[in-house]
């Protein structure tokens, strides 16, 4: 008896210090860069602030859409990019009129997505740092968070973070839109 109990501790044993290095190896990723950009872990809980923005949910969006000037509404989920172009695997959907700038909610960003990022705004604002602007993504995702940070980094004034994103539009269902993102240059 006691040599079936010892053979039962051994994988109990081994699956413990797989978790405890496993663990270790995730607490030393860092989930910020020096910048203060979310680097890791993007799908998960977003916090209930954010400097310099306004955060929104459905029904403040819904009449900060009716103002004037009306903000822009910026989409940054993510999109495959391969040899110079956007991967068309699934179709993308977003609150209609959205401008989709895929990919500026990375952490880092090369010199060309921040290009990308940066070029796309000052056109869809005509250069007025006072235009207002909604980022999104999906509910605990810190993409749209990253690019609100970047936004306000690069000037921009009137910032609104519609944290829970477009899987809150759609649990309200409001009408979404087939998209498809900026050409990048």
Request: aromatic content about 12%; proline content about 10%.
């Amino acid at each position: 008896m006691p040599r079936a109990r010892h053979c039962l501790l051994r994988p109990s044993f081994a699956a413990l210090s797989l978790c405890v290095v496993l663990g270790v190896a995730q607490a030393d990723t860092p989930l910020f860069s020096v910048d203060g950009y979310r680097i890791d872990l993007y799908r998960s809980p977003t916090p209930n602030q954010l400097p310099g923005a306004t955060i929104v949910d459905t029904p403040a969006l819904q009449l900060l859409l009716e103002q004037k000037p009306r903000p822009l509404l910026i989409d940054v989920y993510r999109r495959q990019w391969l040899q110079g172009q956007f991967i068309e695997d699934q179709p993308h959907e977003n609150l209609p009129g959205s401008h989709w700038l895929a990919n500026t909610g990375d952490g880092e960003l090369t010199p060309q997505w921040q290009d990308y990022f940066a070029g796309n705004l000052k056109k869809l604002t005509a250069g007025d740092p006072m235009q207002p602007l909604v980022f999104y993504c999906r509910a605990d995702c810190w993409l749209s968070w990253n690019a609100v940070k970047r936004a306000a980094t690069m000037g921009y004034k009137t910032l609104y973070w519609y944290r829970d994103g477009l899987d809150a539009w759609q649990t309200a269902n409001l009408p979404v839109s087939p998209s498809r993102p900026e050409p990048f240059p």
